[in-house]
C-alpha cells in the first residue's frame, strides 16, 4: 500500500484545514488507517485512527472535538477534517495503515506498516 497525503498548508487560529490521504496499490481491504503527527523537537504522536468499514473511530485527547476522520473506501481515501485549530497542532502530519490493527493497538506507532510521506500543517496565532 502507497499512501499519498496533501491538504496541508497554512491557517489562522481558530481556522479548518482538511487533510487526505489516497492509498493506492493491489492491497486495500480490511486496512485500518489513521493520522499521526510530529511537531519540531517532539516525539510522533497519535491524532485519529478508523476502522476498515469506518464504524469505530479513535481519537486523541488534543484531537477530540475538533477533528473529525473518516474515509471512502471507494475512494481508497482517508481525510482529517480539522477545526478550530490551534498553534499547537502545528506539525508534520502523517497518514499511516495497517491491516492488523485492533481497538488495542490503534494508537500505537509501532502498529502501523505503511507510511505517507507527511504534509505539514502550519498554525498561526
Known amino acids: 500500500v502507497q499512501l499519498q497525503a496533501s491538504g496541508g498548508g497554512l491557517a489562522q487560529a481558530g481556522g479548518s484545514l482538511r487533510l487526505s490521504c489516497a492509498a493506492s496499490g493491489r492491497t486495500y481491504s480490511d486496512y485500518a488507517m489513521g493520522w499521526f503527527r510530529q511537531a519540531p523537537g517532539k516525539e510522533r504522536e497519535f491524532v485519529a485512527a478508523?476502522?476498515?468499514?469506518?464504524?469505530?473511530?479513535y481519537y486523541s485527547d488534543s484531537a477530540k472535538g475538533r477533528f473529525t476522520i473518516s474515509r471512502d473506501n471507494a475512494k481508497k481515501t482517508v481525510y482529517l477534517q480539522m477545526n478550530s485549530l490551534k498553534p499547537e497542532d502545528t506539525a508534520l502530519y502523517y497518514c499511516?495503515?495497517?491491516?492488523?490493527?485492533?481497538?488495542?493497538?490503534?494508537?500505537?506507532?509501532?502498529?502501523?506498516?505503511?507510511w505517507g510521506q507527511g504534509t505539514q500543517v502550519t498554525v498561526s496565532s
Open positions: 478508523i476502522s476498515w468499514r469506518g464504524g469505530n473511530t
Open positions: 499511516v495503515a495497517d491491516n492488523a490493527v485492533s481497538r488495542h493497538t490503534m494508537k500505537i506507532r509501532s502498529t502501523y506498516k505503511y
